[in-house]
């Protein structure tokens, strides 16, 4: 199947910044669509950002114009730049690629990282 490998995550004090990667490898011919969402306790894992195989990228809005999504299709890698964060910032984060297995198949398979704790400190 596909493994991702989430990393970049940590501690960084409001105004900071932080790169978060998340390389897919497995049995991967294409990946359309590549995102980060994140989540906190008790709320529900909310959209981030997402990119197209394209480079079409769209962002929720409180992160606009601070966060700017990435990736390289050679890699399977998709990268979060996250600057001038803020405590609200804090949380998990997942990545998220839509993955067609073979030549001719149709349907994308989601798959999920293991997820990387994002702490902004005031």
């Known amino acids: 199947q596909v493994q991702l490998v989430e990393s970049g995550g940590g501690l960084v004090q409001a105004g900071g910044s932080l790169r978060l990667s998340c390389a897919a490898s497995g049995r991967i011919f294409s990946i359309n669509v590549m995102g980060w969402y994140r989540q906190t306790p008790g709320k529900q894992r909310e959209l981030v950002a997402v990119?197209?195989?394209?480079?079409?990228?769209n962002y929720v809005d409180s992160v606009k114009g601070r966060f700017t999504i990435s990736s390289d299709n050679a890699k399977n890698t998709v990268y979060l730049q996250m600057n001038s964060l803020k405590p609200d910032d804090t949380a998990v984060y997942y990545c998220?690629?839509?993955?067609?297995?073979?030549?001719?198949?149709?349907?994308?398979?989601?798959?999920w990282g293991q997820g990387t704790q994002v702490t902004v400190s005031s």
């Open positions: 990119i197209t195989s394209t480079g079409s990228t």
């Open positions: 998220n690629v839509g993955v067609v297995h073979t030549p001719g198949e149709r349907v994308e398979y989601p798959y």
